[in-house]
């Protein structure tokens, strides 16, 4: 009703001069200054208005990931196309881990060495097992 007043007031207009013109009187001007709404429909058009704005947050929050993704993974194909990029890319995220005030920092170790560590040590457990079975 707010947003279509010009037309309404059009409308009034019309229905007036149907009425008034043969009586001899135009009226000159009408307009809509203050509309009341009840209460009810105040809060209904309120809860509309959040439920667009929540709607909205959402798409733009999606279409941050989505934008964040394709970064992510032109990044990934960036740093692939380099070996020695991902290691540079280590060592920069270490030293802005550095630069805050942290106590704890997460130092990740590769999963080859790992393995390798473990493959040494069953070795070296199966030759103490078959040390002490001879012995």
């Known amino acids: 009703m707010l947003s279509d007043r010009d037309v309404i007031s059009l409308q009034m207009q019309a229905t007036l001069d149907e009425t008034t013109i043969p009586w001899g009187v135009k009226v000159e001007r009408v307009e809509m200054k203050d509309v009341r709404l009840p209460y009810q429909l105040q809060r209904a058009m309120a809860a509309e208005a959040e439920a667009t704005r929540e709607a909205m947050a959402k798409i ?16 990934a194909d960036v740093i692939s196309m380099s070996p020695c990029a991902i290691q540079l890319r280590y060592l920069q995220t270490l030293n802005s881990i550095s630069s805050e005030k ?16 473990i493959k040494n040590q069953k070795k070296h457990v199966m030759k103490r ?5 001879y012995s």
């Open 102 to 117: 942290n106590n704890t920092i997460v130092f990740p170790f590769p999963m080859e060495m790992m393995s390798r560590f």
């Open 60 to 75: 733009i929050a999606a279409e941050g990931e989505q934008n964040a993704s394709m970064a992510l993974a032109e990044a």
């Open 129 to 133: 097992m078959s040390a002490l079975k």
